[in-house]
């Protein structure tokens, strides 16, 4: 008879290496967060995952730049915190503008002559539904490119990034493929009534689609209206990550 396996999940595999970061056995960690070491068993195999208080100690606990992970999975707003993804990407600018006269030391920065250098993520927003397999969390994005735009199209020049887009959601606005815009400083959903959204899900990664206020409702609608509008209402799971700027697309010969 077959032996059915437990699905793997990421925080079960980032607990086991917390505990060879931290020279614990299970029994030990349990003892350090007050639980039993059965529930410890029951995160490392995958059966249950940890609530987010406990994810919250468990970021505690992580080492410098680790902690990050168990802090978004907990629901916290990591953005700006010196060790978190965003502001460690952005930080890596300092080092991929070299050629590049700064005028300001901020993350994205204005360049002389009015332009500003935005870093594109190696980060995917879903355009579908359905989410894809999530390919980077944001504590692990990193810098892949850099694009000049002019600062007259950044409102909070030092908090625009660029992601990927993929799916067919929104089309015919936006074209799959393309590289949004996003300002991350615009966070407000009262603000972003109308208007083009990033949110995150902790499981399902970055969606992006117009954000609309209805009847105590908050609904994604897609600009492909074979997309049912997508109940965004639960903020302990949809966090909002910015409003879409602009972006830029290729023609349908790809070129």
């Given at each position: ?118 870093p594109v993520l190696n980060v ?132």
């Open positions: 008879m077959a032996v059915q396996q437990q699905p793997t999940h990421e925080w079960s595999d980032r607990i086991r290496r917390l505990l060879r970061d931290l020279k614990m056995n299970q029994s030990a960690l349990a003892d350090r967060l007050g639980v039993s070491p059965a529930t410890v068993s029951r995160w490392i195999q995958g059966k249950h995952e940890p609530t987010a208080q406990t994810y919250v100690a468990l970021g505690n606990l992580a080492r410098t730049g680790e902690g990050a992970y168990f802090w978004e999975r907990a629901g916290m707003d990591v953005s700006g915190m010196p060790e978190s993804g965003l502001r460690r990407v952005l930080g890596s600018l300092r080092t991929r503008l070299q050629d590049f006269r700064i005028v300001a030391a901020k993350p994205s920065r204005p360049i002389e002559g009015n332009a500003v250098a935005i995917t927003a879903f355009g579908d539904r359905i989410a894809p397999k999530q390919n980077v969390v944001l504590s692990q994005a990193e810098v892949e490119d850099i694009v000049l735009a002019p600062l007259g199209w950044c409102p909070h020049p030092e908090n625009v990034i660029g992601m990927h887009l993929c799916g067919d959601s929104m089309t015919p606005l936006i074209a799959p493929e393309s590289i949004v815009f996003v300002d991350t400083a615009e966070t407000d959903r009262d603000r972003l009534h109308q208007r083009l959204t990033v949110v995150s899900h902790r499981d399902l990664g970055f969606k992006i689609a117009r954000l609309q206020r209805v009847a105590g409702a908050d609904l994604l609608i897609s600009a492909n209206h074979k997309y049912p509008p997508l109940d965004i209402s639960n903020a302990s799971k949809w966090k909002v990550f910015g409003e879409v700027l602009w972006w830029i697309s290729r023609d349908a010969n790809g070129k």
